[in-house]
């Protein structure tokens, strides 16, 4: 129990730490820089972050939020990633214990939380992650995480082409693009490591969250239906949710 204990705060330390890798990803690929050099700095001034300044979590709240050098305000985009990301390593390290399927599962939210941040800011969804995710995930799945090898070729080519499909209908539907790429090759990354099953869920769950959200916000800026709401996060946090839930809610659905 003590061990279990141990290893559930070493899960959520090491968490926190891979979150601030993280937000240097979510920075640096949007950007088209690398995501190993220079070490750490500040976007604004440029100088770069000392150690005892680039603390998950805790050095965002000594610092009250703002850049040590310059007194520029820091996003607090990255305390939340690393926050999120030591949850999910809690969360999957209590479902799969110490196990290659913790790893694979806890590399595929990390590839999720990098797409969902980028694509929530810039609206874009890189193929550097989406495309070799692609293979690498069917991989995980097939070799790590006991997945079908024919369920998760299904799953691409399904996950990807329904939303092929409905990008192209809708085109031609309202004469303006409606689905962009990325969110096809995302939905078939999923479809790789989940398998096709998961699919319904994942859509079903990330358009009900996406309308609520979308609906919202469009209230609130006083925007109309033609107003861009990206996707991605609603996939990405769809397909997290079906790690821990979603084959009992599917095979209830499969089943009636």
């Known amino acids: 129990m003590i061990n279990n204990h141990l290893l559930s705060i070493f899960a959520i330390v090491v968490g926190a730490a891979i979150g601030s890798f993280l937000n240097v990803c979510i920075y640096r690929i949007a950007a088209g820089k690398s995501i190993v050099f220079p070490p750490s700095f500040c976007p604004n001034c440029k100088h770069p972050i000392r150690l005892y300044d680039n603390i998950p979590i805790i050095s965002y709240l000594v610092l009250r939020g703002r850049c040590r050098n310059c007194s520029e305000k820091i996003s607090l985009r990255y305390p939340v990633v690393e926050l999120i990301t030591a949850l999910l390593a809690l969360l999957l390290f209590r479902e799969y214990g110490l196990t290659l399927q913790f790893l694979s599962a806890f590399l595929f939210t990390c590839a999720l939380i990098i797409i969902a941040f980028i694509d929530l800011k810039h609206q874009i969804i890189p193929d550097v992650i989406t495309l070799p995710g692609i293979v690498f995930f069917f991989l995980l799945a097939v070799f790590l995480m006991d997945v079908p090898f024919l369920d998760s070729i299904l799953g691409i080519l399904i996950g990807g082409g329904c939303l092929y499909i409905v990008a192209v209908v809708y085109q031609l539907a309202r004469k303006r693009e409606g689905m962009g790429g990325g969110d096809i090759k995302l939905l078939a990354m999923i479809g790789a490591f989940l398998g096709w099953k998961s699919l319904l869920f994942v859509l079903l769950a990330s358009s009900l969250l996406g309308?609520?959200?979308?609906?919202?916000?469009?209230?609130?800026?006083?925007?109309?239906?033609?107003?861009?709401?990206?996707?991605?996060?609603?996939?990405?946090?769809?397909?997290?949710?079906?790690?821990?839930?979603?084959e009992r809610v599917t095979g209830f659905l499969y089943y009636y």
């Open 211 to 246: 309308a609520i959200v979308g609906v919202s916000v469009m209230i609130y800026k006083g925007k109309d239906m033609k107003y861009a709401v990206p996707f991605g996060p609603f996939l990405s946090i769809a397909a997290v949710a079906y790690i821990f839930f979603g």
